[in-house]
């Protein structure tokens, strides 16, 4: 059987943490800005972690 290849927009989008959550950039900040408050898109820029219900989901792109 040959090696799994590691899904490649998902190991550019998913850092493993430390304790094996995964981290995830927040959606939303690319385009339309003009509409979304300072403040809203101050929010969007820092990272947040992958929900628990995704987290099977990401670990089978990632070949973990």
């Not at 998902?10 to 927040?26: H, L, P």
């Not at 408050?37 to 070949?63: F, T």
């Amino acid at each position: 059987m040959p090696k799994m290849k590691t899904h490649s927009s998902a190991k550019k989008r998913f850092k493993r943490t430390g304790s094996g959550k995964f981290k995830r950039f927040q959606a939303g900040v690319r385009h339309n800005t003009g509409k979304k408050s300072k403040r809203r898109i101050v929010k969007l820029r820092g990272s947040a972690l992958v929900d628990k219900s995704q987290e099977k989901r990401v670990k089978a792109l990632l070949c973990l």
